[in-house]
């Protein structure tokens, strides 16, 4: 199975400050036919996963321009400019190139 | 818009069946995929399959083969996913989402296995 490997595993950030969080594969997630499968989702404390982004780049509908994907083959980035308050919670990545998909450990941010 | 919703919490003793449903709105129920995702307490998120309301085609991640069965009722339009032998480990909040890209994710459902 692709072994995805997120850094930092926890995350303390001080309000309005940057975020970064780092999303690796054991293998190229990049399709035969050319795209990539790698999505970002948030979950808050208490409620069901959100997804934020899609195809490493593509903001979901009513996500906040702070969140933003980038990366490609084997290394991936979700940066958040700004942190607030709403965005505590724990963000994993997710692979769906190779069977089976699997999702990183999960990296929990938290207000400092 | 678009909805996932499931049915409530589970109590269940080791070696017995659960079967949770998933019955989605907003959208028309054979145009995307049932993906089955799972968590246990204070853990990550795990694949466990795939269906299709359209076909009836499944696919089940090697963990769970011969335990699950992914199935829908398309006159409901309703998803469902049963897991049998169950095993203190299933202990976990079930999620139904939607389409291999995970768009939309249900409530879930507390499943507990305790003798």
């Known amino acids: 199975d692709v072994v995805m490997t997120q850094s930092p595993l926890s995350l303390p950030v001080t309000l309005g400050q940057a975020a970064s969080i780092s999303c690796r594969s054991s293998?190229?997630?990049?399709?035969?036919?050319?795209?990539?499968?790698l999505h970002w989702v948030q979950q808050r404390p208490g409620q069901s996963p959100r997804r934020l982004v899609y195809q490493v780049s593509n903001r979901d509908s009513g996500v906040p321009d702070t969140f933003s994907g980038s990366g490609s083959g084997t290394d991936f980035t979700l940066k958040i400019s700004r942190v607030e308050a709403e965005d505590v919670g724990v963000y994993y990545c997710m692979q769906g190139t190779h069977w089976p998909p699997t999702f990183g450990q999960g990296t929990k941010l938290e207000i400092k | 818009q678009v909805q996932l919703v499931q049915s409530g919490a589970e109590m269940k003793k080791p070696g017995a069946s659960v079967k949770v449903s998933c019955k989605p709105s907003?959208?028309?129920?054979?145009?995307?995929?049932i993906i089955w995702v799972r968590q246990a307490a204070g853990q990550g998120l795990e694949w466990m399959g795939w269906?299709?309301?359209?076909?009836?085609?499944?696919g089940y991640v090697q963990k769970f083969q011969g335990r699950v069965t992914m199935t829908s009722n398309t006159s409901i339009s309703t998803a469902y996913m049963e897991l049998s032998s169950l095993r203190s480990e299933d202990t976990a909040v079930y999620y139904c989402?939607?389409?291999?890209?995970?768009?939309?994710w249900g409530q879930g459902t507390l499943v507990t296995v305790s003798s």
């Open positions: 989402v939607r389409g291999f890209w995970l768009d939309f």
């Open positions: 293998q190229s997630l990049v399709h035969s036919d050319g795209y990539t499968d």
């Open positions: 907003g959208y028309t129920f054979t145009s995307y995929h």
């Open positions: 269906m299709s309301p359209t076909s009836g085609d499944t």
